[in-house]
């Protein structure tokens, strides 16, 4: 009772003030409180209900809320008029009712498969957003970084902290490293995983990796 002056800030607002930042704001909830027409009509030590209502509000940008009701399952979302438009809403339901009819017409479906656009937000998507095709060299990036070496080799390319490293620098330690890894056995078609923190070495070893023909996977 004594927090209900204050039931207007939201929880995503509370995890800001304590200095978290924003970790989330949406929230899904089932609902399955043991009311329904039957138990409205009982008497408990001459007591009975004759009826009730409610009225439901949320902290969150947007709520999902699953409940029963007739002995059906019914879905429903909330939000916060203030952060989250209507139409914003409406879109979300209808990406979720889209996917949940996929889910009934094919079980079995992958997630990867599920679509959640419509027509019109494909076409954004692929076409709108992606304005004129541009046709980009297909030249690798350790090879992008060797030209440049050679164009400006003085020139900083990387900067961590208080270090950095010029093209040349940089170009230069992962030709070695790219040596020592050849002589391991590396080549193409492996994968080297990289367990390293942000930081010069990390690009170094990158690069490395791509002048042997392997991928690099980073932990």
């Known amino acids: 009772a004594r927090l209900l002056d204050h039931q207007w800030a939201g929880l995503a607002d509370i995890q800001r003030w304590a200095g978290h930042g924003e970790l989330f704001d949406t929230a899904m909830v089932f609902q399955n409180y043991p009311v329904s027409a039957d138990t409205t009509s009982r008497q408990l030590d001459g007591l009975r209900v004759a009826g009730y209502d409610a009225v439901e509000s949320t902290d969150f940008a947007v709520n999902l809320v699953a409940h029963t009701r007739d002995d059906a399952l019914r879905l429903r979302l909330d939000h916060r008029a203030d952060t989250c438009p209507g139409d914003l809403v409406r879109s979300l339901a209808d990406r979720m009712l889209r996917v949940l009819e996929a889910l009934f017409t094919d079980s079995d479906i992958p997630v990867a498969r599920l679509d959640t656009l419509d027509p019109a937000e494909r ?97």
């Not at 010029?166 to 170009?171: I, P």
Request: charged content about 25%; glycine content about 6%.
């Open 123 to 219: 076409e954004r998507v692929l076409v709108e957003w992606n304005g004129v095709r541009t046709e980009l060299p297909g030249t690798p990036l350790h090879e992008l970084i060797t030209e440049q070496a050679r164009r400006t080799p003085d020139t900083t390319a990387v900067v961590c902290e208080d270090t950095s490293l010029t093209y040349a620098e940089l170009d230069a330690r992962a030709n070695r490293l790219a040596r020592h890894l050849l002589e391991q056995g590396v080549g193409a078609e492996d994968f080297v995983a990289i367990a390293l923190p942000k930081s010069l070495d990390a690009i170094t070893s990158m690069l490395a990796v791509l002048k042997t023909g392997a991928a690099y996977l980073p932990i």
